[in-house]
């Protein structure tokens, strides 16, 4: 089992509508989410972090965590062409004695004109 | 100069070429990582170094040889690389376990 799980997509939705991003993990005792941005060619940007369950919101983007679900989303209102790009879910965990950032294979995320 | 900088930003060697990619974060982290990515594929975690440290050695061939002198400065030394290292080389820095900061990357070209 992957330690962090996204659908590679891509994700398709028209602009304006909201797009809906997934990621599951497996280890339990993850304390710390991040979501993250790649435009082709460029370096992953963070756009968002959260520690607790519920929803965190920044803008346009709000993260939401289950953690008893092992479950943590992004939702993209209002969704830009410029919003285009593959979206990087990340988990902290232990390894070996050191915390550990794991990143999922990423969803690649379209948005119609 | 902010953030993660990488140098250079792009570099085409040879296959008997030796070649070093640097870089250098100035976000007072302790960790840093590199990471390669082919066209089209996800994120591969090469090596991480927490506190100067190496942590983490993902069965990284032995061409790639990394060195962390200090905890700003990460260097990946390349020697006798094969075409199909052709790729994106990122570095990351974080405190350890929190958010990681990604440098521009490096475009490396093998012929």
């Known amino acids: 089992q992957k330690e962090v799980e996204q659908n590679s997509g891509p994700l398709s939705v028209p602009e304006g509508a909201i797009a809906s991003l997934n990621c599951t993990y497996s280890?339990?005792?993850?304390?710390?989410f991040f979501w993250y941005r790649q435009y082709s060619g460029k370096s992953p940007e963070l756009i968002m972090s959260?520690?607790?369950?519920g929803d965190k919101e920044d803008g346009r983007f709000t993260a939401q965590l289950n953690k008893a679900s092992q479950y943590v989303s992004l939702l993209i209102r209002d969704s830009q062409p410029s919003d285009s790009a593959t979206y990087l879910c990340?988990?902290?965990?232990?390894?070996?004695?050191?915390?550990?950032?794991?990143f999922g294979t990423g969803t690649k995320l379209q948005v119609i004109p | 100069e902010t953030g993660v900088t990488q140098t250079p930003r792009h570099l085409v060697m040879g296959m008997t070429n030796k070649k070093s990619l640097k870089c250098e974060q100035h976000?007072?982290?302790?960790?840093m990582y590199w990471y390669k990515q082919s066209a089209k594929k996800p994120l591969e975690l090469m090596f991480v170094?927490?506190?100067?440290?190496?942590?983490e050695n993902n069965s990284v061939p032995s061409r790639f040889s990394p060195e962390c002198p200090n905890s700003s400065h990460l260097f990946l030394h390349l020697h006798t690389l094969q075409p199909e290292d052709s790729a994106l080389y990122l570095c990351?820095?974080?405190?350890?376990?929190?958010?990681?900061?990604f440098g521009p990357g490096t475009r490396l070209t093998v012929l």
């Open positions: 959260i520690y607790s369950n």
């Open positions: 990351a820095s974080s405190q350890v376990g929190n958010e990681q900061f």
């Open positions: 990340a988990v902290n965990g232990d390894s070996g004695g050191y915390q550990k950032v794991t």
């Open positions: 170094y927490n506190f100067k440290e190496q942590t």
């Open positions: 280890d339990r005792v993850s304390q710390s």
């Open positions: 976000l007072g982290h302790n960790a």
